[in-house]
């Protein structure tokens, strides 16, 4: 079974509009981190925004927020006011305490492109 | 600056051939990684190392092989190379503890092509 689903291959949002990217979760591990990535066409990995699972709110990076569900096991990434610069691609990683050796795991990304 | 450094951004290699990626940070982290990214994917772990002389196996070690003599350094070798091996290669580096995401670098990537 996938350990990060991202359910939106490629979306299509217009200039100024707030995304919420999705990403929903598999683990049975109480102690957790939830990780978003930008990658530009460029190619670099940049690190957008961290939600640790005892956190009790919702982590906020300035345009970026998450949106925390643990129950659901889900941490979407919500970007208001998008940008014509926000066009990338968006993955959402996990990496587990119990298998904090074992590195981040990915979902298969997400294509946004923000229209003008 | 500190970070990742890796190096060569970008190599052709013929099927057979080996060659090696190199990776170095300058953080004192006991942590690297190498992932690999393939088209339409996400990236997948390669092999890791929590410190000087301990390195493991990731998702997708078949044909790689690494070691780390020293913190700072973290060397990716492919030994024959394969078309199935061209990908576009990350190294990523952190505390071993690090939970933080601001504690997670990652160098800039290098793009191999086998042919």
């Known amino acids: 079974a996938q350990k990060i689903t991202q359910t939106q291959p490629g979306m299509f949002v217009q200039e100024k509009e707030a995304v919420t990217l999705d990403c929903t979760y598999d683990?049975?591990?109480?102690?957790?981190?939830l990780f978003w990535y930008k990658q530009p066409s460029s190619g670099e990995m940049i690190f957008l925004i961290y939600?640790?699972?005892?956190?009790?709110q919702n982590a906020t990076e300035g345009r970026y927020s998450l949106n925390f569900q643990k129950a659901r096991k889900s941490a979407n990434l919500v970007i208001s006011a998008s940008q014509l610069g926000d066009s990338a691609m968006y993955f959402c990683?996990?990496?587990?305490?119990?298998?904090?050796?074992?590195?981040?795991?990915f979902g298969k990304g997400t294509h946004l492109i923000i229209q003008p | 600056n500190a970070g990742v450094t890796q190096t060569p951004k970008f190599q052709v290699l013929k099927t057979g051939q080996s060659m090696t990626l190199q990776c170095a940070q300058d953080?004192?982290?006991?942590?690297m990684s190498w992932y690999r990214q393939d088209p339409g994917m996400g990236l997948r772990l390669i092999h890791y190392?929590?410190?000087?002389?301990?390195?493991d196996q990731g998702e997708v070690p078949n044909g790689y092989n690494v070691s780390r003599s020293t913190t700072e350094d973290f060397p990716l070798r492919l030994l024959s190379a394969a078309p199935s091996q061209t990908s576009v290669y990350f190294c990523?580096?952190?505390?071993?503890?690090?939970?933080?995401?601001?504690?997670?670098?990652f160098g800039e990537g290098s793009w191999l092509t086998v042919v």
């Open positions: 953080m004192n982290h006991e942590y």
């Open positions: 683990t049975s591990d109480p102690s957790y981190g």
């Open positions: 990683a996990m990496r587990e305490a119990g298998g904090g050796a074992d590195g981040l795991t």
């Open positions: 190392s929590v410190g000087a002389g301990i390195t």
């Open positions: 990523a580096s952190s505390t071993l503890t690090g939970f933080d995401g601001n504690t997670i670098y």
């Open positions: 939600q640790g699972s005892y956190d009790q």
